[in-house]
């Protein structure tokens, strides 16, 4: 992908080939075109295809070329706001379908994968967001509490029990959410491609939509190479949006996060560290992530772009850091590195937009799309069918708007995290 080994690292390394596609050439028909080749375009097209709907998919790079492509692999359940405030903002209604559809969603990844027998090194597990200090234990203890009033399948770990599932004693304790676990993020795509092509729809890489407009009572996406005329367009080009749905990422922070990949740990390392492969984060305000690949690989990743003075700084820490949490891996070299653009929301939450009849997407994920993206696929898919009206969204139409000082905001994350870890203290 792209030849550049530090866009998606580990999981070009590791992921199946993608499917065979090609760019659009010449003028095609669907009823519906999707812009965007990650999680919410590839679930919007395999859902309407699997129903009988004609999908054109249009990806301007290659399939999981976006944040699909590059991420941690942490199928999380729910958003990063707590459960209880989530009614607060979007009303008791919209909020109790969202977190309904989101506290589930990870569930829904693993039917999918399970159905489409999708080879991407899905993990069951659960996860575990631990806690540093004891600001961090009141936190994941409020929001287990109120996840668990929700029915969900999670409970609080000690910090002996965390350190021995994590094999690190630096967290005071942790929330293990059973609905939750990880994946093989481009591959997870990859697979969701080969399913949708599989299922009918076609999809066509190289092809950025450039612009749009309406014929009659159709509209026309054009590229480069040729146009689709359809009844319906599904925004799903997210943060990396470019062209006629640009607008999607004005509406967001830019996070940079970044990982780095170890070699395969030994037989030794691996019976300490993470030995039932849950995906760990922690509750620091510069978080770090840390989860297991297939192949023993511990991918270790923190808030950071690793481009200019970033990348000496980040790695530097990276290396620190590792010891400092796992001094078990002294001397273990990393192996790939890479980074990605998360976008932020100014309340976290994720939209739903309708640009114009019959131009509708869901965006803004907040660092958190494997699961969401999946259902807002799904979800999309079922609206454009005419299966679930709008008002039964699980979210309500929102005005795309532009975050004032979004690129400040931006610029000022990415030397927080710098000047943060050239500092250099962890705990
Ligand atoms: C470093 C990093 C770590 C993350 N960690 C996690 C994690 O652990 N768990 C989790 O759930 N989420 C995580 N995320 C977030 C997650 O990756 C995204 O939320 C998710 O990829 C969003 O899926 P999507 O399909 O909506 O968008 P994307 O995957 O970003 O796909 C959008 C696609 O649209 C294409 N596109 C843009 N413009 C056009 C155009 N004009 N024409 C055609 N195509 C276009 C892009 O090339 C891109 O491929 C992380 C993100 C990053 C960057």
């Known amino acids: 992908m792209l030849n550049d080994p530090r866009s998606h690292g580990l999981w070009e390394k590791t992921a199946p080939a993608p499917p065979q596609t090609v760019a659009l050439r010449g003028n095609a028909t669907a009823d519906v075109v999707v812009i965007g080749g990650g999680y919410t375009g590839l679930?919007?097209?395999?859902?309407?295809?699997?129903?009988?709907?004609?999908?054109?998919?249009?990806?301007?790079?290659?399939?999981?070329?976006?944040?699909?492509?590059?991420?941690?692999?942490?199928?999380?359940?729910?958003?990063?706001?707590?459960?209880?405030?989530i009614p607060g903002v979007l009303g008791p209604v919209y909020g109790e379908r969202l977190l309904d559809l989101l506290g589930n969603a990870p569930l829904a990844v693993r039917a999918l994968v399970e159905k489409h027998a999708i080879p991407c090194e899905i993990e069951k597990q659960g996860t575990l967001h631990c806690a540093v200090g004891d600001k961090g234990l009141e936190e994941i203890t409020e929001r287990c509490r109120q996840w668990a009033a929700r029915g969900a399948d999670v409970r609080i770990l000690s910090a002996a029990e965390t350190a021995t599932r994590t094999g690190t004693d630096v967290?005071?304790?942790?929330l293990l959410d059973m609905r939750a676990g990880t994946l093989q993020p481009l591959a997870y795509a990859r697979g969701l491609a080969q399913s949708a092509i599989a299922?009918?729809?076609?999809?066509?890489?190289?092809?950025?939509?450039?612009?749009?407009?309406?014929?009659?009572?159709?509209w026309l996406?054009?590229?480069?190479?040729?146009s689709v005329s359809a009844d319906w367009i599904v925004v799903a080009s997210e943060f990396y949006s470019t062209g006629p749905f640009e607008a999607v990422r004005n509406e967001q922070v830019l996070l940079p996060y970044f990982n780095f990949a170890t070699v395969p740990l030994s037989e030794e390392q691996l019976k300490t560290i993470l030995p039932e492969r849950q995906g760990c984060w922690d509750t620091k305000e510069i978080l770090s992530s840390f989860?297991?690949?297939?192949?023993?690989?511990?991918?270790?990743?923190?808030?950071?772009?690793?481009r200019n003075s970033g990348l000496p700084v980040h790695r530097a820490w990276?290396?620190?850091?590792?010891?400092?949490?796992?001094?078990?891996?002294k001397g273990t070299e990393f192996e790939t590195e890479w980074y990605g653009r998360i976008g932020m929301t100014d309340d976290a939450l994720p939209r739903f937009h309708k640009f114009d009849d019959n131009v509708v997407g869901f965006s803004g994920y907040n660092g958190r799309g494997i699961?969401?993206?999946?259902?807002?696929?799904?979800?999309?898919?079922?609206?454009?069918?005419?299966?679930?009206?709008?008002?039964?969204?699980?979210?309500?139409?929102?005005?795309?708007?532009?975050?004032?000082l979004r690129t400040l905001k931006g610029a000022y994350y990415e030397a927080g995290a710098q000047i943060a870890h050239f500092a250099g203290a962890r705990f």
Do not use: C
Not at 221 to 226: E, I, L
Not at 300 to 305: L, Q, T
Not at 321 to 327: D, E, H, R, S, Y
């Open 43 to 85: 679930s919007a097209a395999l859902h309407l295809a699997e129903k009988g709907a004609k999908v054109i998919l249009l990806e301007a790079h290659e399939i999981g070329f976006g944040g699909a492509g590059r991420n941690v692999g942490l199928i999380n359940g729910g958003m990063w706001t707590m459960p209880s405030e």
């Open 171 to 174: 967290y005071a304790g942790a």
């Open 199 to 218: 299922a009918g729809a076609a999809i066509h890489t190289r092809s950025p939509a450039t612009s749009t407009e309406r014929t009659g009572s159709r």
């Open 221 to 226: 996406v054009n590229t480069a190479g040729g």
């Open 291 to 306: 989860r297991m690949d297939h192949a023993g690989r511990l991918v270790f990743g923190s808030v950071g772009a690793l």
């Open 371 to 404: 699961a969401p993206g999946t259902v807002f696929g799904k979800t999309v898919a079922s609206h454009i069918l005419g299966e679930l009206p709008e008002a039964d969204l699980p979210l309500p139409v929102s005005d795309v708007r532009e975050v004032p």
């Open 318 to 329: 990276a290396k620190r850091a590792l010891v400092q949490i796992f001094p078990q891996l």
